[in-house]
């Protein structure tokens, strides 16, 4: 049986993601987003929308994960590490599709990206499903690093 506090945090997770869904929305149904130069690599609307919600199911798993093992410090460090990254993640959207900061959504990214490899490295011997867990979500970032960072060069 699955466990109530895991439904939570994938909960949790989901209407965060619908939130920034919302926001993204907002923001893209506007002109500004349509004539962005974009890389021919760009995916639909509805591919981000999948992405992310099967993502933040993946990364609400490797929350409950960390919280429920015993505080060490290696755990302690990867968990103040996870949850910088979810702070920076959750920023995003609103620095990239309200306040149209481009450059800065991209440095954004870039921090994700450092954050979770190296929170890959530290899990890798003790905690190795969480590390399989964020790797597609690391491919995922690299993706969205380079997307983000054609926008930057081409507007």
């Not at 609307?45 to 990364?59: D, E, H, K, R």
């Not at 968990?79 to 920023?91: E, S």
């Amino acid at each position: 049986m699955v466990k109530k506090t895991v439904i939570l945090w994938i909960l949790v997770f989901q209407f965060i993601g619908y939130g920034l869904g919302k926001i993204t929305a907002a923001n893209t149904s506007g002109t500004w987003y349509a004539i962005l130069n974009k890389s021919a690599l760009t995916p639909p609307n509805t591919v981000f929308s999948v992405t992310w919600g099967f993502l933040y199911v993946i990364l609400a798993l490797v929350g409950h994960l960390l919280w429920l093992k015993p505080r060490n410090d290696n755990t302690k460090i990867i968990l103040a590490l996870y949850a910088l990254q979810m702070l920076v993640n959750w920023l995003w959207t609103p620095i990239f599709f309200q306040l149209h900061w481009f450059k800065v959504g991209f440095y954004c990214i870039c921090i994700m990206l450092i954050i979770t490899f190296t929170m890959i490295l530290l899990c890798i011997n003790h905690f190795k499903i969480i590390s399989v867990f964020l790797f597609p979500y690391l491919i995922w970032l690299l993706f969205a690093a380079y997307l983000n960072g054609v926008i930057v060069l081409k507007n």
